[in-house]
């Protein structure tokens, strides 16, 4: 689960080009959205497209994905457990 949690963190920068901040950086369960990373709506659906393309994993319902993107803890135990790649 740990190395999920890092290669997450690395997806989200890379995706999200959030430039000035590193793997280090991003705590498991500090939230994503408002005054964790600070990502909004754009961002959570570019995390979606990532869960889906990297993952197997298709969220149909947007508000699934506010209990899902709420850390990258959180992130981890979804895709742990609902994966297909």
Do not use: H, W
Request: net charge negative.
């Amino acid at each position: 689960m740990e190395d999920l949690k890092i290669e997450l963190k690395g997806k989200i920068i890379e995706v999200l080009n959030l430039e000035d901040i590193t793997i280090e950086d991003i705590q498991d369960n500090d939230p994503l959205f408002g005054d964790g990373l600070g990502l909004d709506s754009i961002d959570a659906l570019e995390l979606i497209v990532l869960m889906d393309k990297d993952y197997g994993i298709k969220l149909s319902d947007p508000k699934e994905g506010r209990s899902i993107f709420q850390s990258v803890e959180t992130m981890a135990t979804y895709i742990a457990a609902n994966r297909t790649k």
